[in-house]
Each structure stands twice: as structure tokens, then as C-alpha cells.
């Protein structure tokens, strides 16, 4: 005797949540405003600036990377 599957066969799977696409393009960006936030910090920026900066770095290399990565 088999057990039923929770899911019938018939439906297809679930999309996933984020495309490999999408989680390189937000990975990379992360890492790129982390860089850029840690050598200000670095430099004698306060932590505010710090901060501000690698946000800054990050929202900006998201379209790059994104027609960068394809």
C-alpha cells in the first residue's frame, strides 16, 4: 500500500520565490555595498556616512549588474 502524495500530480510546482538571476544580481550588490560602506568607514567616514554609502553602492550597482548579468 502506497501513500498519497500531499500534492496531486497533476499541479505543477510552485515558481520559485526569487530566480537564480535575481538572488546573484541582490548577492553581488550586497557584497559591492558592503565594500563600499566599509572602506569609507575606513577612510574616518562616521558610521552615518559609512552606512549611507553602502546603501548608496548598493541601489546603484543593481541595474548595473542587472544588463551586466544575463
Do not use: W
Request: net charge positive.
Amino acid at each position: 500500500m502506497t501513500t498519497p502524495s500531499r500534492t496531486p500530480s497533476n499541479q505543477p510546482d510552485p515558481a520559485p520565490f526569487f530566480t537564480v538571476h535575481t538572488a546573484l544580481v541582490l548577492l553581488a550588490a550586497a557584497f559591492i555595498g558592503s565594500v563600499v560602506g566599509c572602506l569609507t568607514f575606513l577612510s574616518g567616514g562616521p558610521v552615518a556616512g559609512a552606512v549611507l554609502a553602502g546603501l548608496v553602492g548598493f541601489g546603484v550597482s543593481i541595474p548595473v549588474l542587472r544588463s551586466l548579468i544575463r
